[in-house]
């Protein structure tokens, strides 16, 4: 075999106030598209550091994950690319209006699900809807499903 085939490995942070969800507007191949807090793992790092991560770099928020809403598999036919993803349910605190966001994101913003539903020609990827369905259906998996072996 000359190579193997391997999805890329993904996180996402669904948080909710006030029927408002937290998210970032993203500049991605020239184009404003809005996705949850979201983004790859790195070598070594857990898949709940990571969505901490990723919430703290792209958004400036503390986060602190509760449960897993759902796992996501979905396939960019356009590209060739597949992308596996774990979305976290949480809160978050300690804002630090100061932190430079990460390359890529304009601002953090909080949105309805009408609202983005409303605007579905501007979201990264049918995944942003499933999470958020996912969550207000009340979908709950506990971390403890996810186990790091090192």
């Known amino acids: 075999?000359?190579?193997?085939?391997?999805?890329?490995?993904?996180?996402?942070?669904?948080?909710?106030?006030?029927?408002r969800f937290l998210m970032v507007e993203e500049l991605i191949h020239g184009q404003y598209v809005y996705n949850q807090p979201a983004g790859h793992l790195d070598p070594n790092e857990s898949i709940i550091d990571a969505a901490i991560r990723e919430t703290k770099e792209e958004t400036a928020w503390d986060f602190k994950p509760e449960y897993i809403s759902g796992i996501y598999r979905w396939d960019q036919s356009e590209t060739g690319r597949c992308f596996l993803r774990f979305s976290f349910v949480g809160s978050c605190d300690n804002h630090d209006a100061e932190q430079a966001l990460d390359d890529g994101i304009v601002r953090a913003l909080w949105l309805s699900r009408e609202e983005l539903a409303a605007q579905a020609e501007k979201l990264r990827s049918p995944m942003?809807?499933?999470?958020?369905?996912?969550?207000?259906?009340?979908?709950?998996?506990?971390?403890?499903?996810?186990?790091?072996?090192?």
């Open 128 to 150: 942003v809807l499933s999470c958020i369905d996912d969550y207000i259906a009340g979908n709950k998996y506990p971390l403890e499903l996810l186990t790091d072996i090192n």
């Open 1 to 19: 075999m000359t190579g193997v085939w391997k999805p890329h490995a993904t996180v996402a942070a669904v948080i909710e106030r006030n029927g």
